[in-house]
């Protein structure tokens, strides 16, 4: 496992545990980020995002609609494929069930990161089917 691979595993680990928690997640952030360091999710989602601010403007966001859908997840099929200083993640995610979706629902994600100066210069999200993720937690 590459530094970059383990890095954005501890990432991965972080996010998770600091869903909910924002202190944690302020105190622990700089870890992995810079106030330059830019986060891009689909503009239907939070759309292009930069720094400590825009990181704490997209957990809060995450965290709220988890607080409001009540819903679960967990993931699974962490691959990695890097080339220098950018490594592309993939992994599923599967949620837990709720009302219209009896069975949850699953999708695939696609993250880029681009690292500079050991730390994440930028973070690109990409989702299967971002139209279908919304529906689910409309």
Do not use: C
Request: aromatic fraction near 16%.
């Amino acid at each position: 496992m590459s530094n970059h691979t383990e890095f954005i595993t501890r990432y991965s680990r972080f996010i998770e545990s600091t869903m909910l928690d924002e202190e944690a997640f302020v105190a622990g952030l700089p870890d992995y980020i810079t106030d330059e360091s830019v986060l891009v999710e689909p503009e239907s989602l939070f759309g292009r995002l930069v720094g400590f601010q825009g990181w704490k403007q997209w957990r809060q966001a995450a965290a709220d609609m988890a607080v409001r859908t009540g819903v679960s997840f967990t993931s699974s099929g962490s691959e990695f494929f890097e080339n220098g200083d950018t490594v592309l993640h993939t992994y599923d995610v599967e949620f837990s069930a709720r009302e219209n979706y009896p069975d949850g629902w699953r999708t695939s994600l696609v993250e880029r990161y681009d690292f500079a100066d050991g730390k994440i210069a930028r973070l690109t999200e990409y989702y299967a089917d971002t139209a279908a993720f919304l529906a689910f937690l409309a």
